[in-house]
């Protein structure tokens, strides 16, 4: 089911916070970029941040892995995002997982200035555990919507971005061939696989 949009009132501009989490592959940017194209639609002022660090594609589009694109404004800090919202309707904001704690309090202060915040971001980190300030921001949402990539082992929905890479730095961007979509049981089983291999080399 598609996230339908409240109605439109410029004169009594009502803000609130919609999250869009899920895994890699799991269409979370092409979804922001569906939504933020239909309040462009609409009429209304758009904004679109990301972390600056999310360099992957281009400096200044929010690009989703099948390339539709948008323009947007990388940023240091969340903060800075408030000083760049004055006049806008709708403000999107893409790979929030990567934002510092403060981007909970600008979600919130954009929407009770009115403001719709319409958040993109990973929910789980590579080992499954929740990702930065994502979960406050879904907790104080009132919309949040999780989608789903594939699993590539056996075809259930995914939720777990398992990664292939022997490296605990959680900040491993664009080396999409890195990652694999994998579901809860299969991601348990890939798990535990490795740590009896590790555990193989180890005695060996
Ligand atoms: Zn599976």
Redesign the pocket.
């Known amino acids: 089911m598609h996230f339908l949009e409240n109605s439109v009132d410029l004169r009594n501009k009502r803000g609130s916070v919609e999250v869009i989490a899920g895994s890699m592959f799991s269409g979370k940017t092409e979804e922001l970029i569906r939504r933020l194209k239909r309040a462009m639609i609409a009429g209304l002022k758009v904004e679109i941040f990301k972390p600056a660090l999310d360099k992957r594609y281009s400096d200044d589009c929010v690009v989703s892995h099948d390339e539709r694109s948008i323009p947007s404004t990388p940023v240091e800090t969340a903060s800075m995002i408030l000083l760049l919202s004055g006049d806008v309707d709708v403000v999107g904001v893409d790979e929030a997982q990567f934002f510092d704690n403060a981007i909970v309090e600008v979600c919130r202060v954009l929407a009770d200035r009115g403001i719709r915040v319409v958040v993109a971001g990973l929910d789980m980190d590579f080992a499954g555990k929740p990702f930065g300030p994502m979960p406050e921001i879904m907790a104080t949402a009132e919309y949040v919507t999780k989608v789903h990539a594939i699993?590539v082992?056996?075809g259930?929905l995914?939720n777990y971005s398992f990664r292939l890479a022997d490296d605990d730095r959680l900040v491993m961007l664009g080396e999409k061939e890195l990652y694999r979509p994998?579901?809860r049981?299969?991601y348990v089983r890939i798990s535990s696989d490795n740590k009896d291999n590790q555990g193989a080399d180890n005695n060996s």
């Open positions: 699993c082992e056996c259930n995914a994998l579901c049981n299969c």
